[in-house]
């Protein structure tokens, strides 16, 4: 058995995707790292309170509010540590926090898509200790289900696959199973949806992507998504369902979809 190394980086290393031959990575750390001291921290902390309290006084307040200082720092170091940056950032997440009602979301609100096994959190980690959500474009069937309801499972996985992060870690592995993928199973939207709540809402928190045994009708898919992902596409890695097993977890920890 095969494991991979985890290596904590300041940013993770922008390489070409190769569709016949991916070199092996290590697992990164996404969130640039910060030379601030405590105090500094704190200080840029209380000034994007401050400012969301005098600006935006109508967001609410407590986990995933204008004063959740974890939140107010994840989004500062996501901006560089530019307090308006940050603030404009949060604001938005905040509001579409709101607006969705990731708050409100359930298993039983998701039960009758999430039945289709489209996607799913795993019960165990990664061999870096990540949660690992996976993924199964082909049970994906556009017009089966309302794009809403889509949207819904999505986050609620996300919310899921967060809350399972060990202490000291702070992103999550994405495995997408390509095998069986056909072009009825293809969703531009709701794909460019997917990747956006990471881009915006839950900034640096996807850590790496498997894209597993693509077929060859895949390629011109990914050739349209690539430049809507912005720079989530240095995180995409193609490969094998041998190279998941082998690098990315145990024989006792492997998803059933990847067993022999």
């Known amino acids: 058995m095969a494991f991979r190394s985890c290596q904590i980086l300041g940013r993770p290393v922008i390489a070409p995707i190769n569709l016949t031959k991916t070199p092996s990575r290590n697992c990164y750390f996404s969130v640039q790292n910060c030379s601030l001291s405590s105090s500094q921290s704190h200080k840029l902390v209380s000034e994007v309170k401050d400012k969301l309290e005098k600006e935006h006084s109508s967001l609410p307040i407590g986990k995933n509010g204008r004063d959740d200082e974890d939140m107010i720092l994840w989004f500062l170091k ?50 870096c200790n990540r949660p690992v959500l996976v993924v199964v474009p082909s049970k994906h069937l556009p017009d089966v289900h309302p794009p809403v309801e889509n949207e819904r499972l999505c986050v609620f996985l996300v919310e899921k696959a967060l809350a399972k992060l060990p202490a000291g870690k702070e992103d999550i592995l994405g495995v997408f199973d ?48 690539k430049p809507l992902l912005k720079s989530y596409t240095s995180l995409v890695r193609f490969c094998s369902m ?19």
């Open 178 to 225: 390509l095998r069986d993928f056909a072009t009825e199973n293809a969703d531009l939207k709701y794909l460019t949806f997917v990747f956006n709540v990471f881009y915006y809402y839950y900034p640096r928190r996807l850590g790496e992507v498997l894209f597993v045994d693509a077929p060859f009708v895949f390629k011109p898919i990914w050739q349209l998504v």
């Open 242 to 260: 041998d190279t998941v097993r082998k690098e990315y977890f145990t024989e006792e920890t492997v998803p059933a979809n990847f067993r022999d």
């Open 78 to 127: 996501d901006r560089r540590f530019s307090v308006e940056e940050a603030v404009a950032k949060l604001t938005k997440a905040i509001k579409w926090r709101q607006e969705f009602g990731v708050s409100k979301l359930t298993e039983e609100s998701v039960k009758s898509v999430a039945e289709t096994g489209k996607a799913y959190v795993h019960d165990f980690l990664d061999v």
